[in-house]
């Protein structure tokens, strides 16, 4: 070979090399989805979740009764609502937020949920947590805010069915206020009414009626609850309000708003909104910041009415709506090589899925009023933000480097060792021996794959860089939530309609 040929080999080499490179790269290949079966799942999650007694209709038969007692310890009945993640705590600031996007999602999305069934195994997941608030709020002058102590019970690998740990109760009231779980609690339950509306008239007066009452509770008393004494030691480092309870004022009279049309909601938002921090635009959106979900939801308002006083939140909505597009000149949200919305931090599919619902119910809007969000170098329509909450979506389902979905039981490879007590160990029915607090740790260590699957459970998922090992013991990715599934079970109905 000639010293003259030599350069044009060397780049045929590399040219080869760089070839097979990206043919040992992971590839990201659309694999199509079925929606459908994916809602079915992510709604059947919520059995999974259940505290209190199991009716006859359960479908994940390994769950037993559990925590019957709860509220003893006060001298209330707090037997029911949901478990929030993988331990046995009623945390009920999160679980308000869950049952906030549960109702959110019916009523956003519940026409494009396949009839009969999807809807009424979501209304009966968010009638499980309504009925549970009712009770959080049965005593007038104080609410309810947790049940179990934290500390106790993560030092514990322990079924719930099983758990002998101390049901501590803690509480808020005039003298300890606690405003945001208080406003969460009155957006819940104002939101739930409208989805009981014509099912159950009488039942969401109730909703309604008690809404009021949780809202003039948190706007009376104003405070954190994390600074509660009583509660602090409680609820921290675990649910502190990190970001105050301002903009949960904000939410539930948005909220109070639209289900009761008093325009006193209104003209609340309207004269509270610098004071209580609404034009900060704080892009975020979760159990405890709804900043992001505020001014998507306030917008609704402005679109319907059109409204020069909330033309805030609507610009505070279409800025974060830029922030989310690449090709936009603002966007500054982070992903992750495969294209998931990464946030570092705590478990991230939290932020995935609440901001997919946020997406799909903003262009829904800008649909209905034949709008465009203006992000300066590009004009976004509805199917721009459309798009994105599907890649978002189908991503958790499976088109990502690993190829994998993130949600335990949907497609053929899926987390099998999520970090979860009642999954990881075995059911009452295979072992109707008592499992003490640290005999369980045998079963967290295990590297076998759960006894039980979780059928729906959405774990928190990879880091930046697509990665994930299925390990239980790292909770951070391997831990499912209420608050992750609750706004996915929205934005997976409005895909079951929208497939393409």
């Known amino acids: 070979m000639s010293s003259s040929s030599l350069p044009g080999f060397r780049i045929r080499v590399l040219l080869l090399l760089f070839l097979l490179l990206l043919l040992l790269l992971p590839r990201v290949e659309p694999i199509g989805h079925d929606y459908a079966e994916a809602l079915s799942k992510c709604i059947l999650f919520f059995e999974g979740q259940r505290s209190g007694r199991i009716p006859a209709s359960q479908r994940l038969r390994w769950r037993g009764d559990s925590g019957l007692a709860d509220g003893s310890a006060a001298g209330v009945d707090l037997e029911g609502g949901y478990y929030d993640a993988g331990d046995n705590v009623k945390f009920g600031f999160p679980m308000a937020f869950t049952t906030t996007m549960l109702a959110w999602s019916i009523l956003e999305f519940g026409a494009s949920m396949p009839p009969p069934a999807h809807v009424s195994d979501a209304m009966a997941a968010l009638r499980w947590a309504t009925d ?3 009770k959080t709020l049965a005593h007038p002058g104080r609410i309810y805010v947790q049940v179990g ?6 030092n514990c690998w322990e079924r719930p069915e099983d758990m002998d740990t101390p049901r501590t ?4 009231d005039s ?7 208080a406003g969460e609690t009155a957006a819940a339950l104002a939101a739930s009414s409208m989805v009981f509306r014509s099912r159950d008239p009488p039942y969401a007066q109730r909703l309604l009626e008690n809404a009021i009452q949780a809202f003039e509770f948190a706007d009376n008393y ?8 009583g509660v602090k030691g409680g609820v921290c480092p675990f649910y502190c309000d990190f970001d105050g309870y301002q903009d949960e004022l904000l939410w539930g009279a948005a909220w109070l708003k639209r289900a009761s049309q008093n325009d006193k909601y209104l003209n609340y938002i309207q004269d509270n909104g610098k ?8 892009n975020e959106f979760g159990w405890d910041n709804k900043h992001a979900g505020l001014n998507v939801l306030v917008s609704k308002e402005f679109f319907e009415g059109n409204l020069y006083a909330l033309q805030s939140y609507k610009q505070s909505a279409d800025s974060f709506m830029c922030t989310l597009i690449p090709e936009s000149s603002s966007s500054h949200i982070e992903y992750t090589p495969g294209g998931l919305i990464y946030k570092p931090g705590g478990s991230n599919m939290q932020h995935v899925t609440s901001i997919a619902f946020l997406l799909l119910a903003y262009a829904n809007a800008l649909a209905k009023s034949s709008q465009t969000v203006n992000c300066g170098n590009i004009a976004v329509g509805p199917e721009m933000l459309r798009q994105q909450a599907k890649r978002q979506v189908d991503y958790i389902l499976g088109d990502n480097p690993n190829q994998m979905s993130y949600m335990v039981g949907y497609g053929s490879k899926y987390p099998q060792r999520i970090h979860h007590r009642g999954s990881s160990l075995p059911s009452v029915a295979d072992h109707p021996q008592f499992i003490a607090c640290k005999e369980g740790s045998t ?3 295990s590297s076998a794959p759960n006894p039980n699957i979780l059928v729906g459970a959405v774990v928190g998922g990879p880091g930046e860089d697509d990665v994930y090992e299925d390990d239980r013991a790292d909770f951070r990715k391997s831990e499912p939530t ?3 599934n609750a706004p996915l079970v929205g934005a997976l109905a409005y895909f079951v309609a929208n497939p393409s």
């Open 132 to 134: 549970y608030h009712l």
């Open 149 to 154: 102590d934290p500390i106790g019970d993560h």
């Open 169 to 172: 109760v803690y509480t808020v």
């Open 175 to 181: 003298n300890n206020p606690g405003s945001e779980v």
């Open 222 to 229: 104003r405070g954190a609850y994390s600074d509660n004494p």
């Open 275 to 282: 004071t209580l921090g609404a034009e900060d635009n704080i």
């Open 443 to 445: 079963y967290f260590n």
């Open 482 to 484: 209420t608050y992750i």
